[in-house]
C-alpha cells in the first residue's frame, strides 16, 4: 500500500518537474522548433556596396554571425549561404553573379528552412537617405507579412520610420521557395549609418532587434 503511494506521488512529482521544465523551455528557448537560414550578401570577388576601404559583404557576415550566436541562443537552428569571404558560384562560368544567386537559392531551398533572412546593405547617390528597410518578393504568400511585421518592430526598436518594400524580379528572392525576407540594415552612404554598421555595439544590437521581431512574428 505504501508503495503504492509513494509510486503515485512519484509519478505526480514527476509530471510537475516535466511540466516546468517545458514551460521554462519555451520561455528561454522559444525558437527551439524553427531552422532559420541567413544569407549574407554578396562575397568573394563581390564586395556590395562599397565606401573608401569599406565593404558592404564584411559587414553583412558579421551581422550574420552575432544574428546566428543570438538566434541559437534562442534555441532556434541556423545555417547560413556562406560563413566567409567567397561567393558560391559554379566554376568557369561566365555569369558568375546569377550562378552565386542560383546556388545561394538551392541550397536554402534543399534545407527544411522555416524561414530566410538576406542582410545587405543600402546605397544611393544621396547620402542623405539613411535607415532599416525590409523588402520581399511576393513569390511565397508569408513574405508580404513577414516583411510588414519586421519593418514595423525594427522601426520602433531603431528609432527609424522606413516603410517595407516589394522587390521585383531579383533573382535570388524570385528562386527561393522557403518564406522570408531581405533586410537592408542601413546606408553605406549616409554618414550616421555607416559610422553605425561598423560598430560591435550596433551589429549587436541589429541581431538582437531581428532577434526578437523573429520570436515575436512566431508568437503572433
Ligand atoms: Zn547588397
Same mark, same amino acid.
Given at each position: 500500500?505504501?508503495?503504492?503511494?509513494?509510486?503515485?506521488?512519484?509519478?505526480?512529482? &514527476?509530471?510537475?518537474?516535466?511540466?516546468?521544465?517545458?514551460?521554462?523551455?519555451?520561455?528561454?528557448? $522559444?525558437?527551439?522548433?524553427?531552422?532559420?537560414?541567413?544569407? $549574407?550578401?554578396?562575397?568573394?570577388?563581390? $564586395?556590395?556596396?562599397?565606401?573608401?576601404?569599406?565593404?558592404?559583404?564584411?559587414?553583412?557576415?558579421?551581422?550574420?554571425?552575432?544574428?546566428?550566436?543570438?538566434?541559437?541562443?534562442?534555441?532556434?537552428?541556423?545555417?547560413?549561404?556562406?560563413?566567409?569571404?567567397?561567393?558560391?558560384?559554379?566554376?568557369?562560368?561566365? @555569369?558568375?553573379?546569377?550562378?552565386?544567386?542560383?546556388?545561394? @537559392?538551392?541550397?536554402?531551398?534543399?534545407?527544411?528552412?522555416?524561414?530566410?533572412?538576406?542582410?545587405?546593405?543600402?546605397?544611393?547617390?544621396?547620402?542623405?537617405?539613411?535607415?532599416?528597410?525590409?523588402?520581399?518578393?511576393?513569390? +511565397?504568400?508569408?513574405?508580404?507579412?513577414?516583411?510588414?511585421?519586421?519593418?514595423?518592430?525594427?522601426?520602433?526598436?531603431?528609432?527609424?520610420?522606413?516603410?517595407?518594400?516589394? %522587390?521585383?524580379?531579383?533573382?535570388?528572392?524570385?528562386?527561393?521557395?522557403?518564406?522570408?525576407?531581405?533586410?537592408?540594415?542601413?546606408? &553605406?552612404?549616409? $554618414?550616421?549609418?555607416?559610422?553605425?554598421?561598423?560598430?560591435?555595439?550596433?551589429? %549587436?544590437?541589429? @541581431?538582437? +532587434?531581428?532577434?526578437?521581431?523573429? %520570436?515575436?512574428?512566431?508568437?503572433?
Amino acid at each position: 500500500m505504501l508503495s503504492k503511494k509513494i509510486y503515485v506521488l512519484f509519478l505526480l512529482i &514527476l509530471i510537475v518537474c516535466s511540466f516546468s521544465f517545458f514551460t521554462i523551455n519555451a520561455k528561454h528557448k $522559444p525558437l527551439s522548433n524553427k531552422i532559420i537560414f541567413l544569407d $549574407p550578401g554578396h562575397g568573394g570577388l563581390d $564586395p556590395g556596396s562599397t565606401y573608401k576601404n569599406i565593404y558592404e559583404k564584411d559587414i553583412n557576415l558579421k551581422i550574420c554571425f552575432e544574428l546566428k550566436k543570438q538566434l541559437e541562443k534562442k534555441g532556434a537552428k541556423v545555417f547560413m549561404t556562406r560563413y566567409g569571404d567567397y561567393d558560391l558560384s559554379s566554376n568557369n562560368v561566365r @555569369a558568375r553573379k546569377r550562378s552565386d544567386l542560383t546556388n545561394r @537559392a538551392k541550397i536554402i531551398n534543399k534545407s527544411d528552412a522555416d524561414m530566410y533572412i538576406s542582410i545587405h546593405l543600402n546605397a544611393t547617390q544621396s547620402s542623405t537617405w539613411k535607415g532599416i528597410q525590409v523588402f520581399y518578393d511576393d513569390v +511565397n504568400q508569408e513574405n508580404k507579412n513577414i516583411a510588414k511585421h519586421f519593418q514595423k518592430e525594427l522601426n520602433s526598436y531603431l528609432k527609424t520610420n522606413r516603410s517595407y518594400s516589394e %522587390i521585383k524580379g531579383m533573382l535570388f528572392n524570385r528562386q527561393v521557395k522557403v518564406p522570408g525576407i531581405l533586410i537592408e540594415v542601413g546606408f &553605406l552612404s549616409n $554618414p550616421n549609418d555607416r559610422y553605425l554598421l561598423r560598430q560591435d555595439s550596433y551589429q %549587436i544590437k541589429l @541581431a538582437t +532587434n531581428i532577434t526578437k521581431s523573429l %520570436i515575436n512574428y512566431y508568437n503572433g
